[in-house]
């Protein structure tokens, strides 16, 4: 059993990703993933944990936190009758399909590989913040079953390869197929769920490798950041809605999309070995 003083530091580092994670959710109605991911593996990393599936111990322990906020959240929507059951339905079988197909996948990849992966969508999808305009369409529906067939399967197989949730790639796809914005929100939120729950029980049921893994990593998902991260969420999410209300989220979203974007050509940068 690890020593109170090993866990210590690995406790507040946590508390402190958490608290943070909670508070830009709340503030910038982002999913905490795209966060946590690169949060984690600079936490583990600086602590001494360097193990060779590290990037896939970020990626699991960012989606099991996912599936209790995500649960929170369709029913907070549910009951605003905000949540599109039928895109949920069309969609949520290819999602699943993805993500299961995504945990094989990460689990074979380097952490190299991964942090490559990591740095060029994070990058995209912080560019997309910066500059993407709400009038920009693909459609003006969603897209018919053959679209359905070829993009959802994309959608979770990429999500778990970033560690997020559904709204970083749902809410934009959603929007440019000309779905109103608060629908995209609460209906992406479903599909976190359903990338979250299939790949969280596949990385749990992947056995661990590698020596100096993080305390109390039961398959790929640490126990210890899965807990705390989420209790801290729940306490300090509320903090970010409250101030969202108080402040002009446009340039807090532009600036949330350049340290996206700075996180990401970091990822990139440790993936080409500078």
């Not at 402190?16 to 949060?39: E, N, Q, S």
């Not at 600079?42 to 649960?71: K, N, P, R, W």
């Not at 339905?89 to 094989?104: E, K, M, S």
């Not at 990849?109 to 369409?137: C, H, K, P, Q, T």
């Amino acid at each position: 059993m690890p020593e109170m003083t090993e866990l210590l530091p690995m406790l507040a580092l946590i508390l402190v990703i958490g608290a943070l994670a909670g508070v830009i959710a709340g503030l910038l109605g982002v999913g905490g993933g795209i966060v946590l991911v690169p949060a984690f593996f600079f936490a583990f990393e600086g602590l001494g944990y360097d193990t060779d599936g590290l990037m896939q111990i970020c990626l699991a322990t960012s989606l099991a936190t996912i599936v209790v906020t995500s649960v929170r959240s369709v029913i907070g929507h549910h009951r605003r009758g905000a949540v599109d059951w039928v895109i949920l339905r069309r969609w949520g079988p290819g999602i699943a399909i993805g993500a299961a197909v995504g945990v094989l996948a990460a689990s074979g990849l380097r952490n190299e590989v991964l942090m490559g992966i990591f740095g060029v969508l994070g990058l995209s999808v912080g560019l997309y913040m910066a500059f993407g305009r709400a009038d920009w369409r693909l459609g003006d529906a969603m897209p018919g079953p053959v679209g359905t067939a070829v993009t959802s399967p994309v959608l979770g197989f990429l999500s778990v390869l970033m560690g997020i949730g559904g709204g970083s790639f749902g809410v934009p796809m959603m929007t440019l197929y000309n779905q109103p914005i608060h629908r995209a929100v609460a209906t992406a939120a479903g599909f976190g769920l359903l990338i979250a729950v299939p790949s969280v029980a596949g990385f749990l049921l992947i056995t661990g490798e590698g020596a100096n893994r993080p305390p109390y990593t039961i398959g790929q998902v640490n126990m210890v950041a899965f807990a705390v991260v989420v209790a801290m969420t729940l306490i300090t999410t509320p903090w970010g809605v409250k101030l969202a209300h108080a402040m002009d989220p446009k340039p807090l979203k532009r600036a949330f999309a350049v340290f996206i974007m700075v996180m990401a050509l970091n990822m990139l940068r440790k993936a080409l070995g500078y």
